[in-house]
């Protein structure tokens, strides 16, 4: 077997086990602010409320150190920054395990700026902002990977919905109406491409098409169609709030 595949397996047994004792000592209907704030979740709002709670003793860590928020921005950044890399050397396990380490950076900013009470506009513009630095550098690493004309058509196309995605929520957000509905937000991107680049050799290779990245190719058609889709669904609900003078949440 792979060592990526059991190293995967591995983290799925020990998050299957604490999703058990999640479940038995917090139970199953919870709604913490963060899990609120950052509006739906594909897989579910009991996952994103599962890893909040998993990661939290990390975030306490953090604040007790004093390390500053930004410090997992610059983290997170250099992190993604180093994924693209990976994906252009076409070591997709590792660019992988590189994107959804950056992801988990972009939750521990937040959970610190809040808990030490340290939240700015300053901060969330750089937030923000360098996600996007780690978006652009991981789908050029990922164009540079597949060189065809029709899987690079596919990360283009993924590339601009993703920012799209953003895009249309900001831009609504400074005009008073708020839309965070719809599919294919960060959180899911980073996880579907991680976790897809891991597992990608093996199943190409189960497939008889070693090295042509199939599955990766797959999930970002997949990530294109969802994040386009998505980016027209916020432009339309916010344009017609808009033009009834309506603000708004969604």
Known sequence: MRTEITVLL???????TSMVVFRVTIGGQVRTAE???????VFGDWIREWF???????????????IPP??????????????GVAYG???LPLGGGLLLLSGMTDVFDGLVARARGVVTTWGAFLDSTLDRFTEVAVFAGLAARYREPLPVLVIVTGLGGSLLVSYTRARGES????CSGGV??????????GFASIVDPAVSSALGRPGEGVLLLGILVLIAAGSLATAVYRTVWIAQRLRKGKGGRR
Request: zero cysteines.
């Open 70 to 83: 930004e410090v997992f921005n610059v983290i997170g950044l250099g992190l993604g920054l180093a994924a």
């Open 10 to 16: 591995a983290l799925a047994a020990i998050a299957a």
């Open 184 to 193: 294919m937000q960060r959180a899911e991107r980073v996880l579907l491409l």
């Open 52 to 66: 909040y709670w998993l990661v939290s003793p990390v975030g306490r860590a953090s604040v007790r150190s004093g």
């Open 175 to 178: 005009l008073g109406v708020t």
């Open 89 to 91: 050397r076409d070591a």
């Open 35 to 41: 899990v609120a704030r950052r509006g739906p979740f």
